[in-house]
């Protein structure tokens, strides 16, 4: 029995067909909309992810399938169990782990399509880094938890004549916009579309962003894994017709819905054009001129990432081993340090962890309180 197993397996792996990148993306070319010139426009395209968490792994994951040539991925942070329910390429090994999410994206996609090109970096992104990161890419895509960050990205966006793909997910509920900027698109892009097809910017239809604590986040309100999915999906779906050229398909709308209530919006951006922008009409570019925040809360944990500050030039990660060992348990990992701060409590009363990446950030663990961790960050660490 064993041998007619052995035998019966070996002649189907020896008479299957071998998988070519023609026969690979066969169903996604007998698409009218991408046949096999869109097929050829998404391998020669490049996708920046900004950040790889519940909206960003669904995203590239499909991007990934979908044969776009080089994606680009990056995220400040680490796999946590809490990540598992929804962010779809990690696994219990990378959590227990600590696996940096990027790191292990990029592992993962490269099982999934080895033709595609990842770039992985662990890192914040912000506007120190966003032109290096982001250089040479075609489109933009927002896989945050924040709403600073995806300001910087629209007006990168608009600054590059970039397109950037909005999206984001809370609770029950999803929303999600693409940014044609108005001035059409940078000399020799890949995306291209007329000032007739251009769309509002974020800040055209939002000109600032909502206050610390008075949105809910995926902490306060929780989130469904279904409707972080169909966020994503829609922006892949999207992200796809720019890429192949079909820009009369996209959805133009700022649309939203909640899954739970069977609640689906399409609200009409053709009217929200600001002339008085300050981003797309005034070119003041706030968000991307600014200094680099020094804390920030972290949805979906009770943490608070520390920045030093511009002119951080990262840490020495052996050194800060030996320094934060002496008050708990911190071990050494492939790009971070982690542990547990003994004998200390958050201002909540939780137990407080410390998460140090060697590009100069920390996080803290245990209370979202930004003055706090900057305090037990000065103490640990240093300013």
């Not at 995806?150 to 397109?163: E, H, Q, T």
């Not at 958050?346 to 900057?374: C, K, Q, Y």
Request: charged share 25%; with cysteine; hydrophobic share 40%.
């Amino acid at each position: 029995m064993d041998a007619e197993f052995s035998w019966r397996a070996s002649a189907r792996r020896r008479y299957a067909p071998r998988m070519t990148s023609d026969h690979r993306y066969h169903r996604q070319t007998l698409l009218p909309g991408i046949g096999e010139r869109g097929q050829d426009r998404l391998r020669n395209s490049t996708v920046f992810i900004a950040g790889c968490g519940a909206l960003g792994t669904v995203a590239a994951d499909l991007l990934c399938r979908a044969g776009v040539g080089t994606l680009v991925i990056a995220d400040r942070d680490v796999v946590e169990s809490t990540n598992l329910q929804r962010q779809t390429l990690f696994t219990e090994r990378d959590a227990e782990r600590s696996v940096p999410k990027a790191e292990a994206a990029r592992l993962r996609l490269g099982h999934a399509n080895s033709t595609v090109r990842v770039r992985a970096f662990v890192a914040d992104i912000n506007a120190g880094n966003i032109g290096d990161l982001a250089t040479d890419c075609d489109l933009l895509l927002d896989g945050l938890d924040n709403f600073e960050t995806r300001y910087l990205l629209n007006d990168f966006a608009v600054s590059k004549g970039i397109p950037y793909i909005y999206g984001a997910a809370v609770s029950t509920e999803g929303m999600t916009m693409p940014v044609l900027p108005r001035g059409g698109p940078r000399d020799g892009a890949r995306v291209r579309w007329t000032e007739a097809e251009a769309t509002p910017c974020l800040r055209c239809l939002f000109p600032e962003p909502p206050d610390p604590g008075t949105t809910p986040t995926c902490d306060s309100a929780g989130v469904l894994g279904s409707a972080t999915a169909m966020v994503a999906a829609h922006q892949v779906t999207q992200a796809i017709k720019l890429l192949v050229g079909e820009n009369s398909s996209v959805d133009r709308t700022l649309r939203s819905f909640d899954l739970w209530r069977n609640e689906h919006r399409a609200m009409a951006t053709s009217a929200g054009f600001n002339p008085e922008c300050e981003c797309c009409v005034k070119a003041q570019f706030e968000f991307l001129d600014s200094e680099v925040a020094s804390a920030r809360m972290l949805c979906g944990r009770n943490a608070v990432q520390i920045r030093p500050g511009r002119t951080s030039a990262g840490f020495d990660l052996d050194k800060i081993e030996r320094s934060l060992a002496i008050h708990g348990d911190f071990k050494r990992g492939a790009a971070s340090v982690r542990g547990v701060l003994e004998g200390e409590r958050s201002p909540s009363g939780h137990p407080v962890s410390m998460l140090v990446f060697e590009d100069g950030r920390a996080i803290v663990e245990g209370d979202t309180d930004l003055d706090w961790a900057r305090g037990v960050f000065d103490r640990f660490i240093g300013s």
